[in-house]
């Protein structure tokens, strides 16, 4: 089948031009290809090169290539064009300036390694700029654009797909499968690639021949099939609501602007503008402030879900020399300088959550300490860490539990260690930690659940409150001393801005007040709410790309560690450390990303500093 392809997404123009012409000039009628411009201009795709053309239908920079897959982005006084050279298989990215009327090619995409069935531009949350190009046989990768072209993702997509768009607004890449239908995936590179029907061909659905082009609608999206029908279908939450096809015997499209929503349809007479009466679907959700990693660590040493939870030691002399800690669920515990790098490994099993505390009090010895969650033995693994930031295996310490999974530990008022770890029943086991005769030990102190499953906690040694997570319903409270009854109080649940599952707290302490973080797994986001009653909510964050350092952002994250100590830099007022559950740019093992909390505060709006 010979391939069609339409230009950007409506969306993006509807609000970037209000001048575009409703229709293109007479002079454009034989294009094959269509995209609109700022100022009413155009960009025109044929057999022989790339054109742009003023409103009056004047040719003002021709480029000469065999080329397909227009599509663009707008940009101040122009735009972003992406063409696929036919003869090269390369992706032509080219610099369109409506003002001086000039088309500049610039460097081409390196080679993929397949043929390009497909390309198409997305334009993320942060205003970057990515391609997908994808080849028959399903092969598929996202590239960054911009200064630096850098490989993002490789993607497994259906076979025989031979057009895709992306709605920016929604995050959302459709791809048209030849004998299938069209399928529409999700575009940020942070999580996996699920997805979900549009519309299939029957015997699985009511579509009745193949898409030859696709074009985005605001809150929807229109094709056209092989017979030339114009079909459209609305958002309806997360379904798709299909339209009356209308049959017009189209052989392309091109996304107009205007309160009405239309389309160019190119048919055998060239582009006219049908009447679509278009009324918008489900509109994108608000879009939450976006934070930088100022770091990220080396990759765990295992592949798939490794990494899991960060915790973080402060030097006692000297900050930049402090430690991150970070379990990997498939080997041990890990130790990172504060740059990323990887200074010691301790192999212990199967380590789940890690907290620590330092300068612990047992009689007339003092320790730092960390304890993690042993999921072979279902105990707690103790640690000890030297003044330069050294870990030892110090003790492992059973438990009652079956399935022992989430940890954190609280430094009492007597200067000692107590821990909280669960279970996947829902079920905690509080433990005081003991030294007798040179070794260490841990008495149940007492003992609570939740109704499901659990896993993130932070213990607040200032207020005395534990916070508990239960995965699927939200942020929990109680006393965290052993000698007050374990009486639950919900403080968040889930909902509009916390989704599920709920996962990763650390508790940061302000000059003015503390906040408590929490990792809002279900959105790839961070809650941050004042750590004391009535536990206002202060916003959410997302930490995303930076592209000038190469530092992908964080998604799923599992835990999370805060500290407000002076770690000097960027970190002057602490340090917040994620675990990533997806390591793009490239793809690779999981690994952890550090945020100075100055981003933060400056993206909500939090004013105190650190104490």
């Not at 918008?280 to 798939?304: D, I, K, S, Y």
Request: aromatic share 6%.
């Amino acid at each position: 089948m010979k391939r069609t392809f339409i230009p950007a997404a409506l969306a993006l123009l509807l609000a970037a031009l209000p001048a575009m012409a409703a229709e293109p000039p007479p002079s454009l009628r034989d294009a094959e290809e269509l995209a609109p411009l700022p100022n009413g201009a155009w960009l025109a795709l044929d057999k022989r090169a790339l054109r742009l053309v003023d409103a009056d239908g004047r040719e003002r920079a021709s480029l000469p290539l065999r080329g397909e897959g227009l599509d663009l982005r707008p940009l101040d006084g122009g735009a972003l064009a992406i063409v696929v050279d036919s003869n090269a298989e390369r992706l032509q990215p080219v610099r369109v300036d409506t003002r001086a009327g000039t088309l500049a090619a610039l460097a081409a995409l390196p080679d993929t390694g397949f043929g390009i069935e497909a390309a198409c531009l997305f334009r993320d949350a942060q205003g970057l700029d990515h391609v997908f190009l994808v080849a028959k046989d399903g092969q598929a990768q996202q590239w960054l654009l911009g200064g630096e072209y850098r490989l993002v993702r490789r993607l497994a997509l259906p076979t025989g797909v031979e057009h895709c768009r992306v709605d920016d607004a929604h995050a959302t890449l459709f791809v048209a499968e030849e004998a299938l239908g069209v399928w529409a995936y999700g575009a940020e590179a942070e999580g996996p690639p699920t997805r979900t029907p549009v519309a299939l061909r029957a015997p699985w659905g009511a579509l009745k021949d193949g898409v030859a082009a696709l074009a985005v609608l605001p809150g929807g999206l229109a094709a056209v099939d092989d017979k030339g029908a114009l079909l459209s279908w609305r958002r309806a939450g997360a379904n798709w609501q299909p339209l009356p096809a209308r049959r017009l015997r189209a052989q392309g499209l091109a996304s107009g602007a205007g309160a009405s929503a239309s389309l160019l349809v190119r048919t055998g007479k060239g582009w006219q503008a049908p009447v679509l009466g278009w009324k918008a679907g489900t509109p994108a959700a608000p879009t939450l402030p976006v934070v930088l990693p100022r770091m990220q660590t080396e990759p765990v040493a295992r592949a798939g879900d490794a990494a899991d939870d960060p915790a973080i030691w402060v030097h006692p002399t000297d900050p930049s020399r402090s430690r991150i800690l970070g379990t990997n669920k498939k080997q041990g515990l890990l130790v990172y300088d504060l740059q990323g790098r990887q200074v010691q490994l301790l192999e212990s099993g199967r380590l789940n959550n890690v907290d620590l505390r330092q300068d612990v009090r047992f009689g007339t010895e003092r320790f730092d300490l960390a304890l993690a969650t042993q999921r072979d033995e279902n105990a707690m693994v103790l640690f000890t860490i030297d003044a330069e930031g050294g870990l030892r295996e110090a003790a492992r310490l059973p438990t009652g539990l079956d399935d022992i999974y989430g940890a954190c530990v609280l430094r009492t008022p007597e200067g000692g260690m107590d821990a909280f770890v669960n279970d996947k029943d829902g079920r905690y086991e509080h433990y005081r930690i003991t030294r007798s005769a040179g070794r260490f030990g841990a008495r149940l102190a007492r003992s609570f659940r939740l109704a499901s499953q659990p896993e993130g906690c932070v213990a607040d040694d200032r207020s005395g409150l534990l916070f508990v997570g239960e995965e699927r319903r939200g942020v929990w409270v109680t006393s965290a001393r052993a000698d007050q009854p374990a009486s639950l109080k919900m403080v968040m649940p889930v909902g509009p801005l916390l989704h599920a599952d709920v996962e990763g707290m650390g508790i940061y302490h302000g000059s003015k007040r503390s906040y408590l973080v929490v990792s809002s797994q279900g959105n790839n986001s961070y809650v941050v709410l004042d750590a004391a009653a009535p536990f206002a909510v202060r916003g959410a964050f997302r930490i995303g790309m930076d592209a000038v350092k190469g530092i992908d952002g964080a998604s799923e994250t599992d835990g999370l560690e805060v500290s407000s100590a002076n770690l000097g830099g960027a970190y002057g007022r602490g340090m917040l450390v994620v675990q990533d559950g997806f390591k793009r740019l490239p793809d690779g093992a999981q690994n952890f990303k550090a945020v100075a909390w100055n981003d933060i505060a400056a993206a909500l709006g939090l004013d105190d500093g650190a104490r």
